[in-house]
């Protein structure tokens, strides 16, 4: 609603509607009698709800402006806005309370009411015709065309740094947040219908480097960047090749291990089976030492020939008896064999102990 004031012979004339002043919000005018010149006039209303300027998403033409990069100061040093990026029908909005939340440049839009739109502007905004913000005049300080940073259906590059010169309100944007016209560093405007125009205009240091090589080198860079990527395809399949290498021989490595835990553990069992059996060991001790000596077979040997055999008390005397009976003479066996039938085992048994005793008793 705009809002005039006249005068007539000194009179002021007040149409009815200034009584909607305080419930639309418009600053009001303050105007002198002094042959009827007014002194100032403020015409703006703040519409009570937030629009998202700009997001990360791909826009409509295949690009997309990264809100990590988006210079907000810059912008709020004027941040003033269009109908439809009209900017022939002069300054439509500002914004206010601009600021980044959840990958989202976010701001609230004052409308302009001294606009010949102003008064349907504000009325589209706030009956929810108009719910679209786009950014306009977008400056593009960095840009990348790395294939990682690519989103699905993104075929152009990424701006990394950038801001905008104004935001206007649209019925439908370039992307379903927002977006419209860029421009370089030195204001030379790009099309975003043609991004291939666009990439012809900037330079990555890449390329910069690139076109330092042909001059210095007298080389086809289309050939070298053919060749460097010739080189990459044969690094990644050589990686992949070694990792494949590496899998083998870790489970190679992993099966030998198995193979000698196996083989240690048999040759454990069969020493301590002899050992056993040599009557050194007892069974409960056989189950300790199989744990305790699981990896050193050579330590297990060594400790089993060291150690003697079991005896019972009756076999160690009977032993000692043995041992005393190797030593007598023909008259010890005579005097504790009266039968005769140790002799009688001597000379069956070892011939030329026998013939010895004998020769000895009766040579003289």
């Known amino acids: 609603m705009v809002v005039h004031f006249s005068y007539h012979h000194g009179t002021k004339s007040v149409p009815p509607c200034i009584s909607d002043l305080p419930e639309i919000g418009i600053c009001t005018t303050f105007v002198s009698q002094n042959n009827g010149i007014p002194i100032m006039t403020e015409k703006f209303k703040k519409i009570e709800r937030q629009y998202v300027l700009s997001d990360s998403s791909v826009n409509v033409y295949g690009f997309r402006l990264l809100t990590s990069g988006y210079q907000l100061d810059a912008y709020r040093k004027n941040p003033i806005g ?24 976010i701001g609230t839009p004052v409308i302009n009411l001294s606009n010949a739109r102003g008064v349907q502007l504000c009325d589209e905004a706030e009956n929810g015709f108009l719910n679209a913000a786009s950014v306009g005049h977008i400056v593009v300080l960095e840009y990348s065309t790395d294939p990682e940073m690519m989103l699905p259906g993104q075929t152009g590059p990424t701006i990394t740094k950038w801001y905008n010169k104004e935001c206007s309100l649209v019925d439908i944007p370039g992307n379903s947040n927002a977006l419209t016209t860029l421009y370089d560093a030195q204001e030379n405007e790009l099309n975003l219908a043609d991004m291939g125009v666009m990439l012809q205009g900037f330079k990555t240091p890449a390329q910069v480097v690139l076109a330092e090589i042909e001059s210095v080198l007298q080389v086809d860079t289309n050939m070298l960047v053919q060749s460097v990527r010739e080189l990459q395809l044969r690094a990644e399949e050589l990686t992949t090749k070694n990792r494949v290498l590496y899998n083998e021989q870790q489970l190679l490595e992993q099966q030998i291990d198995e193979l000698k835990k196996t083989g240690a553990k048999a040759e454990v069992a069969t020493i301590l089976d002899r050992a056993l059996e040599d009557r050194k060991i007892t069974v409960s001790l056989r189950d300790r030492l199989a744990l305790d000596y699981a990896d050193n077979t050579e330590g297990l040997k060594a400790l089993i020939t060291a150690m003697p055999a079991y005896r019972s008390i009756a076999e ?49």
Do not use: T
Not at 88 to 98: F, Q, V
Not at 336 to 359: C, M
């Open 82 to 105: 269009y109908y439809m990026h009209r900017r022939e029908e002069g300054i439509a909005l500002k914004w206010e309370d601009l600021h980044v939340e959840d990958d989202k440049v």
């Open 316 to 364: 160690s005397l009977r032993a000692n008896n043995d041992g005393a009976e190797a030593q007598w003479e023909w008259d010890d066996y005579e005097k504790n064999d009266p039968a005769g039938k140790k002799l009688k085992a001597l000379r069956a048994n070892d011939p030329s102990r026998y013939k010895e005793l004998f020769e000895k008793k009766f040579a003289a």
